[in-house]
Each structure stands twice: as structure tokens, then as C-alpha cells.
């Protein structure tokens, strides 16, 4: 296990480096240049400035969705259980665009986003426990109500596009998710957030194991799955409300990572949370190097300084590919 988190840390290094001179503004030389104690005036702010709160933004946001990923899946016992299926998702962007719309919050504005996407993604699990609550904690219940509320809440956001049809651009940033323009506040906002609802999510990963074997197993050995359960989607709901509160809705991030976690750490969550925080920084920062690089290249080929590749879209593509693959070799499989 030591040398996996090795490892990974030094993966996430990489990634980190990578990223750090993948982006336009000036050249990846000039990059290690200021890294190095050089560089102008210019080249120190693009890089500390933008750049620098970018990768770490993007770092805890991957932590954070792949951790409440593996929370999720474990609680309801649902290998395509995803942060989607609290409704925190859907909620969050909602919150977002509606404050947006109204000429409350805007990109220029991180703390009042923040708040917004946050009231929206509580807003939306509320409603998945008010709808789920006669099920008592049912797991097959929670899913399947979690996916009708979040169909709600994506119409709810296509109305506010249709009564505000200048507010696509924002709307399309959210549902694809995205690390363009995150600054200093932003990493400010979300690292306590994190780091607080991280450590109770590991303190319920002995709870969690548990529940993974059922509920029966649970209630042999005195604990309440019921009220375990209810404090494990209120960690998933927050760390999804964070990281969806600073970079959009990534998607299948926070779907398929915890399978990774669970294949290479093994099915003990106090070990498998933390790999699946890891590995959710290395697949959100890696990807976000990629887009940069695609971007940069594709720029050039097209001719337009303009052309941007948000990150959601490479997660989306290859979390797709990737989830057919796990439904393909677990067809049948509730866990």
C-alpha cells in the first residue's frame, strides 16, 4: 500500500508539473523560468496568479468527488451510484446559474457563486431525503427518486436558460465543468470545506465497510444502518457541493474513480477514501493538463487564440467509454 501511494503522489507531482506549463499565455520554457526564480513581472502573475490556483482548485475538487463517490457507493450499495444521484449536482448548477441570472453572483464575483451553488446543492439533496423519506434509508429507493429529482432540477436550469438566453455561456460552464478562471479565492473557499467534511467521511469509513457487505452484516455487529447511512450521504452531499461550488459538474468523476480506488487499495475504506482522494486529484489535474495541451494545440492548428477545451469535456468522453466498460463486465451486480 505504501508503495501505491507513493506511487500516486508522485504521479499527482507530474500531473502537477505538466499542468503548471501546459497553458497559453507564455511558453513552457518561460514557465520554468519563473519556476526556477526568473521571468518577468508578467510570466510571475500568469503563473502564480492564475495558474497555481487553478491546479490546486482542480486537485481538491478531483479529491473531493471522488471521495464522495466512494461514500455514495458505498452507502447505497450502487456501483453506478454517483454524486448525480443525491440531486446535489443538478442543484448546485442551478443555484449557480439562477443567482447568476438574477445579477446576484457572477464569475467575477467567487464567493457569491460559491454560496449560490452551495444553497442549490443543499437544496436538492433536501429534496431527494423529503421525497426518499418514507423509504427509510432504502437504498434501490434513494437511487432511483436521486435521479428523478436530478432530471427536475436539469429542467428547472434549461427554463432559466429559456427566460435568460444570455446566460448560456454560464450555464454551459457549469454543466460541463471547468477550471478556466479560478483564482486564489476560490481556493480558499473550497480547501477548509474540504479538508473538514474529508476527515468525518473517514471517520464513517469503518461504518461505511460495513455497510458495503449489507445491512444485515451491519446491524449483527450493533450499528444503525439507517443513521450511518443518513451521516454518509450528508458527507457526499457536502464534499459534491464544494467541488461542483468551484469547478462546474465534472462528470463521471466521482462515478468511476472510486471503482479504481477500490481495485487498487482493496474494499477497506480507511484505506480506499484516501486512495480514491488521491486518484481523484491525479484524474482531475491530469485531465485539465490534457485539455490545456489539446487546447493549445488546437489553437494553433485553427488558427483561434480563443479556442478553449474545458476539462468536464475530456472527463465526460472518457468516463463515458470507461462506464461501458463496467456495466459490460458487471451487468447484474448490485455490489
Not at 452551495?118 to 423509504?135: D, E, K, M, V
Not at 480558499?188 to 461505511?208: Q, S
Amino acid at each position: 500500500m505504501t508503495r501505491r501511494f507513493t506511487a500516486l503522489a508522485a504521479l499527482a507531482v507530474v500531473c502537477a508539473g505538466v499542468e503548471l506549463v501546459a497553458g497559453r499565455g507564455m511558453p513552457p520554457g518561460a514557465a520554468w523560468d519563473v519556476l526556477n526564480g526568473g521571468g518577468d513581472a508578467t510570466e510571475r502573475h500568469i503563473l502564480f496568479e492564475l495558474r497555481l490556483p487553478r491546479l490546486l482548485v482542480a486537485l481538491c475538487a478531483g479529491a473531493c468527488l471522488a471521495m464522495a463517490g466512494l461514500v455514495l457507493q458505498s452507502a447505497l450499495r450502487n456501483p453506478l451510484a454517483g454524486p448525480e444521484v443525491t440531486g446535489v449536482t443538478p442543484g448546485a448548477v442551478l443555484g449557480a446559474v439562477t443567482a447568476t441570472a438574477l445579477g446576484l453572483a457572477g464569475w467575477d464575483s467567487p464567493l457569491a457563486v460559491v454560496l449560490a451553488a452551495c444553497a442549490g446543492g443543499c437544496a436538492g439533496a433536501a429534496l431527494l431525503w423529503l421525497l426518499a423519506g418514507r423509504g427509510r434509508g432504502d437504498p434501490a429507493q434513494t437511487a432511483v427518486h436521486g435521479v428523478l429529482v436530478s432530471a427536475v432540477l436539469g429542467g428547472l436550469t434549461a427554463m432559466v436558460l429559456l427566460v435568460e438566453p444570455g446566460e448560456l455561456g454560464s450555464v454551459v460552464q457549469w454543466l460541463v465543468g471547468t477550471t478556466e478562471g479560478r483564482v486564489w479565492q476560490h481556493w480558499h473557499l473550497l480547501w477548509p470545506w474540504a479538508l473538514v467534511w474529508g476527515v468525518a467521511a473517514w471517520l464513517l469509513a469503518g461504518p461505511l465497510t460495513l455497510l458495503r457487505c449489507g445491512d444485515d452484516i451491519a446491524l449483527a455487529v450493533g450499528l444503525s444502518a439507517r443513521r450511518a447511512r443518513t451521516l454518509a450521504l450528508l458527507c457526499a452531499v457536502a464534499l459534491t457541493a464544494g467541488a461542483v461550488a468551484a469547478v462546474g459538474a465534472l462528470g463521471f468523476v466521482g462515478l468511476l474513480v472510486p471503482h479504481l480506488a477500490v481495485a487498487v487499495f482493496g474494499a477497506d475504506l480507511r484505506v480506499s477514501l484516501p486512495g480514491a482522494a488521491l486518484l481523484g486529484a491525479v484524474v482531475v489535474c491530469g485531465a485539465d493538463a490534457a485539455a490545456q495541451l489539446s487546447s493549445r494545440l488546437l489553437a494553433g492548428a485553427l488558427g483561434s487564440g480563443r479556442l478553449t477545451l474545458p476539462v468536464g469535456a475530456l472527463t465526460a468522453c472518457l468516463g463515458a467509454a470507461l462506464l461501458l466498460v463496467v456495466v459490460r463486465r458487471t451487468p447484474s451486480r448490485s455490489f
